[in-house]
């Protein structure tokens, strides 16, 4: 057996591949990756909050980028005055039965007169109460930060995070979706799990 493991890396090691041709300072662009489809179509409502906007909409943008790469195009946007608004328009939604997914984005910062981690803290758990009271997935990208100063350094780190966030957000959205539609569909043709 090991005869037959070093023939074959002998064999493989001897195999010529031929290297594309490129500017020695073009880096390689990695292949587009193709994600799986949807048996239904899927709407998405995403909630944002007008409290920073300039830096909550970052997310917002990079989600609706990802979200369509994973073949989901209805996504309806609606905007809150703040993040403590966000659990009753996602409740309401939730509610519709129009939207298979909801995905909040918001930040939630320390302006000195209320602890803000409990602004975020309730605003988590009436997301999670939403989910799970409607069945329909409800997915937070709502941030609070330990530190946020009103300094450009601060703004730019933060746009940059809720891009990330955004695409985070999508994939587990989408990932979510297509879970639940397998699931949904063997509880209809009555496959144990």
Known sequence: MNQMLQDQDVQASQVQTPQAESAPDTPAIPPTPEHPHFAKPQRVAFVQSSWHRDVVEECRISFLKEIEARHITNVDVFEVPGSFEIPLHAQLLAKTRRYTAIVAAGLVV????????????????????????????????????????????????????????????????????????????????????
């Open 110 to 193: 320390d302006g000195g007169i209320y602890r803000h981690e409990f602004v975020a803290d309730t605003v988590i758990k009436a997301l999670m109460d939403v989910q799970l009271r409607t069945e329909v997935p409800v997915f937070s990208a709502v941030l609070t930060p330990q530190q946020f100063h009103e300094t450009e350094v601060h703004y730019e780190f933060f746009r940059k995070h809720f891009v990330i966030k955004g695409i985070e957000v999508a994939e587990a959205c989408a990932n979510t979706l297509l879970s639940l539609e397998r699931l949904r569909g063997q509880v209809a043709a009555g496959i144990p799990g």
